[in-house]
């Protein structure tokens, strides 16, 4: 049997060039002095599969998946975890010595670990928490504030049938709004977030009605490009506990890392400042 010296580890999506988890996950292996590598992989729909069963062969340990992988890697693994079953997604691969391939999704743990660590003593039942967009990143939000307790949440998206079914599939604590009262919902809002691709570079910005923001509430956008979105600016004028989307970046791969080589790393400001 082929010895491997050191384990790797990687990130595939397509097109991948613009991912900042290589630079993460290398800067934790330098500081706690790991021998291991992060390789990123752009990796066509049609090779997924291929790709994936022959990693374990050359010494990877597991991978992260993202953008257009996440859904359909579910088919390929052999085990999936309940949180990531519900997701309906996957956003890391652990390749287990017994062969399987283990499937699990770590966004909602990155996003509340991320608000709690952003915006100390932040609770999910203090109040409505407005969430903004029902796409992929939204179904990883919603799963988790449910799980730590959340009472009572606002789902706005542009095309309202999409905020419909999550709700049916999360329930009765999902409250959908239109997106025309998305205004109504940010006034309502003890915690708002945007899962919305609005306000990223590239995309238009994000024009729902801002001024009800109340003083105090905790506003938390996922976008990380730019780190200061006008979100993040407006709340932060009205008195809001700002938290931006990087360290959810962040915190994602925390349990990934600890399952791949072993050590639990930390998130503070030199490993934002590795990636920045
Ligand atoms: P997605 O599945 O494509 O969903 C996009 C969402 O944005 C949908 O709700 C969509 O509404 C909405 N949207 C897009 N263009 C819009 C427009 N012009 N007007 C109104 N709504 C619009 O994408 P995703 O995977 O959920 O990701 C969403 C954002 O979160 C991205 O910017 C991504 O980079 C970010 N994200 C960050 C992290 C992190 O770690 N910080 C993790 C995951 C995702 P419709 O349903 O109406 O199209």
């Given at each position: 049997m082929t010895q491997h010296i050191i384990p790797l580890a990687g990130v595939i999506g397509?097109?991948?060039?613009?991912?900042?988890s290589p630079r993460l996950h290398k800067h934790w292996l330098k500081k706690h002095g790991l021998p291991g590598d992060y390789i990123p992989m752009d990796v066509k729909e049609a090779d997924l599969e291929q790709v994936i069963r022959t990693l374990p062969k050359a010494g990877f340990v597991g991978v992260n998946i993202t953008i257009p992988h996440k859904v359909s890697v579910l088919q390929i693994a052999d085990l999936v975890t309940d949180r990531a079953t519900l997701i309906g997604a996957a956003n890391t691969l652990i390749f287990r010595k017994d062969g399987k391939i283990h499937a699990d999704n770590t966004d909602g743990y990155g996003f509340i670990s991320n608000l709690k660590q952003g915006?100390?003593?932040?609770?999910?039942?203090t109040g409505p928490v407005t969430v903004l967009g029902a796409g992929g990143a939204a179904r990883a939000v919603i799963s988790s504030l449910i799980e730590v307790g959340a009472k009572e949440i606002l789902l706005t998206n542009r095309t309202r049938p999409k905020a419909e079914g999550l709700q049916a599939e999360f329930g009765s604590k999902v409250r959908v709004i239109d997106w025309v009262q998305a205004g109504n919902a940010i006034e309502d809002a003890a915690t708002l977030i945007n899962?919305?691709?609005?306000?990223?570079?590239g995309q238009p910005e994000l024009?729902?009605?801002?001024?009800?923001l109340q003083r105090g509430s905790v506003v938390t956008d996922?976008?990380?490009?730019?780190?200061?979105t006008h979100l993040l600016k407006t709340a932060e004028q009205a008195g809001c506990v700002t938290v931006d989307g990087l360290g959810m970046l962040l915190h994602q791969a925390v349990p990934a890392f600890e399952r791949w080589f072993g050590i639990r790393p930390v998130v503070d400001v030199e490993t934002r400042a590795a990636i920045l």
């Open positions: 397509h097109p991948i060039a613009h991912s900042k915006a100390p003593g932040w609770r999910a039942d899962t919305t691709s609005l306000g990223m570079e024009r729902v009605p801002l001024d009800g996922l976008v990380y490009t730019p780190i200061q």
